[in-house]
């Protein structure tokens, strides 16, 4: 790792841009998503999965991504910097030569039936029957615009690759009904730098979300991300950028190289909700029927009619959604933490839209759902939910998910969060009112006029002599009192949490924008919390 990535770990065609973008100086507060290993979560992840998506370049100089599957168990880390595979790729996979070679690449792993992804980057090399990766770079991801599909594996005989530099008629088609795709880039800078290599991304949207102007030029919407930029910032660095579009049903793999532009103001663009759209320029086409083993299969069967019985404003941008079941039947049991996706149809829109929100109410309530949800000027669907869903309205919804939950039964709990970030955690605080636990929730807001859910929050803080609650005020107004109406002005920081004195044993639930984790995260680590200790889930301008 050189001096560089020690002060920023984002090459220069990242910080452009972020820089273009106007989110400020992200590695002020990035560093802490970024690591030079695996965690032990993320390495039983990834070695838990059937496949990984991965990107590289070929001796052409052309980037491709593509998918690795193998049995199970196929995937070891022996330690937190390696990883290895005991599969082979097939001889006709556009990256098979630069594997047994060794070359940078990027990896994500993607679980699709629960929406869990992690990437990283890395060196690979042929090692025995298999593949060895030494890990350069790891990023976690959030679960917006991912598509729940189950997978299963069959015996199967790859077809024949067929090699062009145009799409044909029928991958128009199937690039037409596709509602998800993978992205590869890459950047070489100063050698050793840990920024140099590929990244592996995924993309999700409505069926036909991409564009196909013509048999070689496609249109990507670019909707609300993390704010690394990490694509984006490759394709101003080094145009070259690798397509895949998977057939979940029979395991084809649509593979497309080509070189990429980003419009940073898409007016009159196929897709209204985004943000920026890549355009590309197709150079190479690989279409590999049945590649792999595995099969996708869609949950939509598992989605059930909700019906919106009651709305609540809570702040002056958060309002509160409760849903009963449209069908009688009871609501599936969940977790505090857990969200909920749902799928609404917006007039005007091409298809339904999906988006996940954290259950805000008690996990014991069996019947409702409730969500609280932040009207964003951007988003397509929080404005719909604002503005247009009304009571006796009824939308599509999945079972609740996630894995971000209370980690254990008894022990003390501090539960922090900034702005929407609460919804989570005061789901969170009501379930730790069943439990002789001492638990501290502690939030941040700019002021009274944005302070959610106060009075609900007070009334379980006051029936529960085991909890207690901070309030920090960023900008009180005029009428706000401390002492009264929030606890501290200023920000939640690392000093304020320890200062509560959970104790050693105390396990943190962090909840809101990545800066804001980043810093807690960080500031909690170097005062000694042990990093399994130390629960987040973060969230941005979303949809």
Request: net charge negative; hydrophobic share 35%.
């Amino acid at each position: 790792m050189t001096t560089t990535d020690l002060i920023n770990p984002f090459h220069a065609g990242e910080r452009a841009a972020q820089d273009r973008a106007g989110i400020g100086n992200v590695a002020e507060w990035a560093g802490g998503f970024i690591r030079d290993h695996l965690p032990e979560q993320h390495r039983a992840f990834h070695t838990s999965l059937p496949f990984m998506v991965v990107s590289g370049g070929d001796t052409e100089g052309r980037t491709w991504i593509t998918v690795v599957e193998g049995p199970d168990g196929y995937a070891i880390s022996p330690d937190p910097r390696r990883v290895q595979l005991n599969t082979q790729l097939g001889a006709d996979d556009p990256l098979a030569a630069a594997f047994n070679t060794g070359t940078d690449i990027g990896v994500l792993g993607i679980e699709l039936a629960t929406r869990r992804r992690n990437r990283f980057s890395g060196h690979v090399k042929a090692a025995g029957a298999g593949y060895a990766i030494d890990i350069r770079q790891t990023f976690g991801n959030c679960p917006q615009y991912i598509h729940e599909r189950a997978w299963t594996r069959v015996e199967t005989t790859p077809g024949t690759a067929k090699h062009s530099d145009a799409l044909t008629e029928d991958q128009v088609a199937r690039i037409g009904v596709a509602d998800t795709m993978f992205i590869g880039s890459g950047h070489q800078g100063e050698k050793g730098a840990a920024s140099n290599g590929y990244d592996a991304s995924h993309r999700g949207g409505a069926p036909g979300f991409v564009h196909v102007a013509d048999a070689t030029h496609l249109q990507i919407p670019d909707y609300a991300g993390n704010n690394f930029f990490n694509t984006i910032g490759n394709l101003i660095s080094d145009p070259h950028i690798g397509l895949l579009f998977i057939d979940f049903e029979t395991g084809g793999l649509l593979h497309i190289s080509g070189r990429a532009t980003v419009d940073w103001d898409p007016k009159g663009s196929h897709d209204h909700d985004a943000w920026r759209m890549i355009n590309v320029e197709i150079d190479a086409v690989i279409d590999r029927p049945a590649a792999v083993s595995l099969r996708w299969a869609k949950q939509d069967h598992l989605s059930r009619r909700l019906k919106l019985a009651k709305r609540v404003k809570e702040s002056a941008d958060i309002t509160s959604f409760y849903f009963t079941p449209a069908d009688g039947r009871p609501l599936d049991p969940f977790e505090a933490g857990q969200y909920l996706p749902i799928e609404v149809q917006i007039p005007g829109q091409k298809g339904t839209s999906k988006r996940s929100y954290s259950l805000s109410g008690p996990p014991q309530e069996r019947r409702f759902y409730r969500i609280s949800v932040k009207r964003e000027d951007k988003g397509l669907v929080s404005r719909f939910l604002h503005d247009q869903l009304r009571e006796g309205s009824v939308i599509e919804a999945q079972k609740p998910s996630g894995d971000f939950v209370i980690p254990c039964s008894n022990c003390p709990l501090v539960l922090v969060s900034a702005g929407v970030g609460l919804t989570p955690m005061l789901s969170a605080l009501h379930a730790s009112s069943y439990r002789d636990r001492p638990v501290w929730y502690v939030y941040g807001t700019r002021g009274s006029s944005d302070h959610a859910m106060r009075r609900e929050v007070a009334a379980l803080v006051s029936a529960n002599h085991y909890a207690a609650q901070h309030i920090a005020y960023s900008r009180p107004e005029k009428d706000d009192i401390e002492g009264r109406h929030y606890h501290s002005h200023g920000r939640i920081t690392a000093d304020m949490l320890i200062g509560l004195n959970a104790g050693s044993q105390a396990q943190y639930m962090l909840c809101g924008p990545a800066a804001f984790l980043a810093d807690i995260r960080n500031g909690l680590e170097a005062r000694g919390v042990a990093p399994e200790q130390i629960h987040f889930e973060t969230f941005g301008p979303t949809g």
